[in-house]
C-alpha cells in the first residue's frame, strides 16, 4: 500500500495518460505536469510511479530524455507484478531536480611544462599563468582525502586558484606528453590559506589520476597525448579556500612533462 515515504524528497512530474495492457514493459504513456521548456527527466534518472489503485511504487530507469511535451517515458524490458493505471503519479528526487535546474559546471584550464620526478611538483610563485612550473613538495602520496602536501609557503598559497563561492569539485581530465615512456600522475590538493598569517599551511588530495594508456592502440607513454582523467569527486569547497593542482613521476623517472589540465567544479546558480 501507499504510505507518506514515497513521497518524501520526491517531487511530482506527470501522471500516467491510459493503462497498462502488459506486465512487461518498455514505455509509459504519460502527461508531463510542467509547462517549462526544460527537460524534466534525463537518460538514467530513477523515475517512481505510484500506482493510483493500489499505492504501489514501481521504479523504472528511464533511458531518453523526457521533455515538457513529451508524451512518453522510456526504459529497458521491466516485468512489474500490477496493471498500472491511468492517473498514476510519476516522481523524480526533488534533490536530483534541484541540482539539475540551480547548478552549472565550471571549467579552468590551463598547462604546465617541467621535468617529472617522483615528488609532487606544482607551479612557481606566478601560479597557473606561468607554464613553466618549478615549486616541489616533499611529499609523494597519492590516497585522495588523506595525503597531503605539507608546509606550503606564503607565496605558493597566495596564487593558488581560489573559489570566490562555495561550490563542489568534481575534478580534473589532463592530457599528459611525456618525454620517456614513463607514467605520470596528477592530483588536486585543496584547503584554506593561512589568511592573514604568515605561517606554512597543508594542503590534501581531492582528485587523483595517473596517465591510461589501456584504451591503445599503444601502450607507450612517450611523446604522445596520453590522458588522466578524476571526474568522480564531490568535494566541496567554502568561498576562500584555494586548488592547488600538481603532478609527479609514478615511477620516481625523469623527462620533461608537459600537461594540459581542465578542472571541473560545480556551482549553484546565484538567484
Not at 512487461?24 to 489503485?53: A, H, M, Q, R, Y
Not at 607507450?220 to 571526474?231: I, T
Request: include cysteine; proline fraction near 2%; aromatic fraction near 8%.
Amino acid at each position: 500500500m501507499g504510505n507518506l515515504s514515497n513521497y518524501i524528497h520526491n517531487e511530482s512530474i506527470g501522471v500516467t495518460s491510459d493503462n497498462t495492457t502488459s506486465l512487461t514493459l518498455t514505455f509509459l504513456n504519460i502527461i508531463p505536469s510542467t509547462t517549462s521548456t526544460e527537460t524534466i527527466i534525463k537518460s538514467g534518472d530513477v523515475v517512481n510511479v505510484i500506482c493510483s489503485d493500489t499505492g504501489q511504487l514501481i521504479s523504472f530507469t528511464a533511458n531518453a530524455d523526457v521533455n515538457y511535451n513529451s508524451t512518453r517515458l522510456q526504459f529497458a524490458s521491466t516485468t512489474v507484478n500490477q496493471i498500472i493505471l491511468a492517473g498514476s503519479v510519476l516522481l523524480i528526487n526533488r534533490e536530483k531536480k534541484f541540482d539539475r535546474t540551480h547548478s552549472s559546471l565550471q571549467y579552468i584550464t590551463f598547462s604546465s611544462q617541467a621535468a617529472a620526478g617522483e615528488l609532487w611538483k606544482t607551479f612557481s610563485s606566478s601560479g597557473i599563468s606561468n607554464h613553466s612550473w618549478n615549486t616541489t613538495m616533499t611529499d609523494k602520496g597519492t590516497t585522495v582525502g588523506s595525503s597531503q602536501i605539507t608546509s606550503i609557503s606564503t607565496a605558493i598559497q597566495s596564487v593558488g586558484i581560489v573559489v570566490p563561492f562555495a561550490c563542489e569539485l568534481i575534478g580534473f581530465r589532463a592530457t599528459i606528453y611525456r618525454v620517456g615512456n614513463f607514467q605520470t600522475a596528477v592530483g588536486l590538493f585543496c584547503g584554506t590559506p593561512a589568511y592573514n598569517d604568515n605561517a606554512t599551511q597543508d594542503f590534501t588530495l581531492r582528485a587523483y589520476a595517473a596517465a591510461d594508456n589501456s584504451a591503445g592502440p599503444d601502450s607507450n607513454y612517450s611523446q604522445r597525448p596520453v590522458k588522466a582523467e578524476d571526474l568522480t569527486r564531490s568535494h566541496s569547497l567554502a568561498a576562500g579556500d584555494i586548488i592547488l593542482p600538481a603532478f609527479n613521476s609514478v615511477t620516481n623517472d625523469g623527462g620533461n612533462a608537459r600537461i594540459s589540465y581542465t578542472i571541473v567544479l560545480k556551482t549553484l546558480k546565484i538567484l
